[in-house]
């Protein structure tokens, strides 16, 4: 008879659909794209390691929520869990933001000063008045010019200040301010 | 003599033919063997999947692996089948997406991102290079869909699929500018995540279709169920999702006027490509399926769609195989009735835009076989897709096989220079394809 039941239970377990589990929630996911060392070989992908951690954890809501669009980031941040997303925004934040001493790309200086004001004086990030604005000093600059690009043009539409304040910089200027922000030196994370 | 000459080339043609067509019936790949990366293509290649091939979930890691679209190298060509020719047809086109023919040969083309236009090319005598281009409008939000409404000879409208709904710029056989501003026809589409937007007309001019994908990769995030899911579906359709996903991943119906929303079918992920089969006027999706299930699960598909068909996005793909990954709870009820698509394509091949082949170029036994532009994938160890493929029929019906008919963008493991996302032909017979990964608008010709 124990063994009927045992047999029964078997049968039931085997009929039950197999869960689909989370991807597993290391990193290794996140660095096939924004690369192994924290250095993404596609300049249209943005540096990660070291991020501000609100900031991250921001984005990742977002991509969760669907309020910024990105395939694939929509696809990873929906799988993973609402408790993951801070582990993982804190996981980031903690590698450190890769230290450079590059000299600066010479023009653009006077076009950033506009965005000291949320995003550091060094801009090296901050937390803003209007949620948490990212590191952009050493960020990658083929990435920085998509987003100022995609800002104005409205296809990023998390964040008010960035859109209105886009749609006032010419193309060019874009492209300078991207040159010259990659340039800088950063100042070191702990 | 002659007629002996005759009668033995005759022999030999038709013992040459009876030879391809065995050959080819031999070629096709099933089963596990027709899966692959793009190391696998080659024109003429044919596969066939089918509902018993599909992998279980997560068999291989889900794997990311992002192409990075880089400029043409140098000696690096496309391939096409024997007799068939692929050109540049206007470059420079950035963010080139949907292309559609207006009764009069002028090739409409929408500039998605960050573009937001629509540009109109006519072509030379040749058909091989643009005479004169033209921006038929500007300043909009994620044009995508292009229909020219009333179906026939003389349409008086174009209308576009945008961010929020479908627009209509009024319209005279001939104009490459509209004639007019935008008319809101719908609005209210909820945006976010899949934004393409494309729009078709029932040959009969009565309805207009549009394909609104998911809002999501498998609804994790959906809330809300309805308390009374007989009612919510007698309202909406069978499998239709509620919350943040109502009036998602279905293609919907309005009048061309963009009144009486119904949703005629649901549970289809992402229809990026609406196509109006001639002769039966039935609707047909190119279909992505959902990611993070491993490298070959599930398979994307390209299937006519039945009205008030269920198609199983989000708990169930390709017939019954179960999702247990959506928000709020399993759906026990819809097992038994989702319908399973008509072609299945390799999984992470992401079909964007179809056409069927109204003849007069391409070989006449390909007359009314669907043509598929796959853009490629992220989600899978090794590439697969970015290629033009083609859907034999044998009349209405697809065999359920596709072929390689345009290969080779992939550029080492990690490169590509092409991502292919719209087909079209074009008046003269011809092959109209577009890459929005260099904006650049191909087209393929056939000579004997």
Request: proline share 8%.
């Amino acid at each position: 008879m124990k063994n009927i039941w045992f047999v029964v239970s078997v049968l039931l377990t085997a009929l039950q659909p197999h869960a689909i589990r989370a991807q597993d929630a290391s990193l290794d996911t996140c660095w096939s794209c924004h690369g192994q060392q924290g250095l993404p070989t596609d300049a249209t992908i943005p540096i990660i390691r070291g991020q501000r951690a609100d900031y991250i954890e921001a984005q990742l809501r977002a991509y969760r929520s669907g309020d910024r669009e990105n395939q694939i980031m929509n696809s990873m941040a929906e799988s993973l869990t609402r408790e993951d997303i801070p582990r993982q925004a804190a996981l980031i934040a903690s590698l450190g933001w890769p230290h450079t001493t590059a000299p600066q790309a010479s023009a653009g200086a006077d076009l950033v000063a506009g965005c000291k004001g949320c995003h550091g004086a060094d801009l090296m990030g901050g937390p803003s008045p209007v949620g948490p604005a990212p590191r952009l000093a050493g960020q990658n600059a083929a990435y920085l010019k998509s987003q100022m690009v995609a800002f104005a043009e409205g296809q990023r539409s998390n964040q008010e200040v960035m859109q209105a304040l886009m749609k006032t910089i010419d193309a060019d200027s874009k492209t300078a301010i991207a040159a010259y922000l990659a340039g800088l030196a950063t100042t070191p994370t702990p | 003599m002659k007629d002996w000459i005759k009668q033995t080339s005759l022999a030999l043609a038709l013992g040459a033919a009876c030879l391809a067509t065995a050959q080819a019936a031999d070629d096709v790949r099933t089963g596990q063997a027709a899966y692959g990366d793009w190391h696998a293509d080659a024109p003429g290649v044919m596969r066939r999947i089918t509902p018993a091939d599909v992998v279980a979930p997560l068999a291989s890691p889900s794997a990311a692996n992002r192409s990075r679209v880089v400029p043409q190298p140098a000696g690096a060509q496309l391939a096409t089948m024997p007799g068939f020719t692929v050109k540049p047809f206007a470059t420079g086109r950035d963010g080139a997406r949907v292309v559609r023919i207006a009764p009069n040969g002028d090739i409409f083309l929408s500039q998605s991102r960050p573009e937001g236009k629509i540009t109109v090319f006519r072509p030379s005598a040749t058909g091989d290079a643009p005479e004169k281009t033209e921006i038929f409008a500007a300043n909009l939000k994620d044009p995508y869909g292009i229909a020219f409404y009333p179906p026939g000879p003389d349409p008086k409208f174009v209308y576009v699929g945008i961010e929020g709904g479908v627009v209509r710029f009024p319209y005279h056989v001939g104009d490459m500018m509209a004639a007019g501003p935008a008319e809101t026809i719908v609005s209210g589409i909820p945006k976010g995540v899949h934004w393409t937007r494309d729009v078709a007309f029932s040959p009969d001019g009565a309805t207009m279709y549009l394909a609104v994908g998911s809002g999501s990769n498998v609804a994790n995030e959906m809330e809300g169920r309805p308390a009374d899911l007989a009612a919510f579906e007698k309202s909406h359709a069978l499998g239709a999702a509620w919350g943040r996903e109502e009036y998602r991943a279905d293609v919907l119906r309005y009048t061309p006027e963009g009144k009486e929303r119904g949703v005629y079918a649901a549970g289809i992920r992402n229809c990026s490509g609406l196509a109006i089969q001639p002769g039966t006027a039935s609707v047909w999706c190119a279909t992505n399926e959902r990611d993070l299930l491993g490298d070959n699960t599930p398979p994307d598909y390209v299937t006519s769609v039945k009205p008030g068909a269920f198609y199983g996005w989000p708990w169930y793909y390709i017939g019954d195989h179960e999702d247990t990954r959506p928000g709020d709870g399993p759906r026990p009820d819809l097992k038994g009735h989702v319908t399973v698509p008509d072609v299945l394509l390799q999984p992470h091949s992401a079909p964007l835009g179809m056409a069927f082949n109204p003849g007069g170029m391409f070989p006449a036994d390909w007359t009314g076989d669907a043509f598929v532009a796959l853009h490629g994938s992220w989600n899978r160890a090794n590439h697969t897709g970015y290629k033009i493929v083609r859907l034999p029929f044998k009349g209405a019906q697809p065999t359920g096989d596709y072929q390689d008919f345009v290969v080779g963008f992939a550029a080492g493991e990690a490169d590509v220079w092409g991502r292919p996302v719209d087909v079209v032909f074009a008046k003269d017979g011809s092959l109209l394809f577009t890459d929005d990964g260099n904006g650049v608008v191909y087209r393929v010709t056939y000579a004997k």
